[in-house]
């Protein structure tokens, strides 16, 4: 990866007017980006100045940062709870230690990656995307639209009275999920994704 300019964003106004170039990338962990052989980035904007690596729980509600790591959602003990393990086991095959302490929430939903075991989770968990500018929006949503100019700030996980769980099928252990699926289940409905 090449990148001319790289700023270390001190507001999300900054980050914002910076992404409105066509050039630009916003930066979680990396990890994804650097998947793309010999990518050339004219403007990388890195958030990790802004406070956005928070799980805040509230009593209706998780509202994780953008900047939250994979690392972060495994050990944590209350979605851990909320999920009945779910958030653990979506996690815990992903690549390795060190790529979890890196990739980060925001990166992996912004990417909108049909693999990816967060999103197959976190669409069940009917969560949402908070944009800068553009506000709440589902996730079911976003995956249409993705985020355009705009900046993934948080991911809002509403704290239904559910069951919930999530198993993959993988060739390898640590490699990508040949089928992943993810089901939530409350006095009402029952939601499904498979990813």
């Keep these: 990866m090449n990148i001319a300019q790289y700023t270390k964003a001190a507001s999300l106004e900054e980050a914002w007017e910076l992404n409105q170039k066509r050039s630009a990338v916003v930066l979680g962990g990396c990890c994804w980006l650097r998947l793309s052989p010999q990518r050339r980035i004219a403007?990388?904007?890195?958030?990790?100045?802004?406070?956005?690596?928070?799980?805040?729980?509230?009593?209706?509600?998780?509202?994780?940062?953008?900047?939250?790591?994979?690392?972060?959602?495994?050990?944590?003990?209350?979605?851990?709870?909320?999920?009945?393990?779910?958030?653990?086991?979506?996690?815990?095959?992903?690549?390795?230690?060190?790529?979890?302490?890196?990739?980060?929430?925001?990166?992996?939903?912004?990417?909108?990656?049909?693999?990816?075991?967060?999103?197959?989770?976190?669409?069940?968990?009917?969560?949402?995307?908070e944009l800068y500018k553009g506000g709440i929006v589902s996730l079911a949503d976003f995956g249409q639209t993705g985020p355009g100019k705009d900046i993934v700030t948080h991911i809002i996980i509403p704290k239904k009275a559910c069951q919930t769980a999530y198993d993959s099928l993988r060739l390898n252990e640590t490699d990508f999920p040949v089928i992943a699926v993810a089901v939530s289940a409350d006095a009402e409905n029952v939601r499904c994704a498979i990813g």
């Design 43 to 129: 403007q990388a904007i890195d958030l990790s100045a802004l406070g956005l690596d928070q799980i805040e729980e509230g009593e209706d509600s998780f509202r994780l940062g953008a900047m939250v790591t994979l690392g972060q959602l495994e050990g944590h003990d209350g979605l851990a709870a909320f999920t009945q393990g779910a958030m653990k086991e979506a996690v815990r095959h992903i690549v390795g230690t060190q790529f979890r302490n890196m990739a980060t929430v925001g990166g992996s939903i912004s990417g909108r990656f049909g693999f990816s075991d967060i999103w197959t989770l976190f669409l069940v968990l009917d969560a949402q995307v």
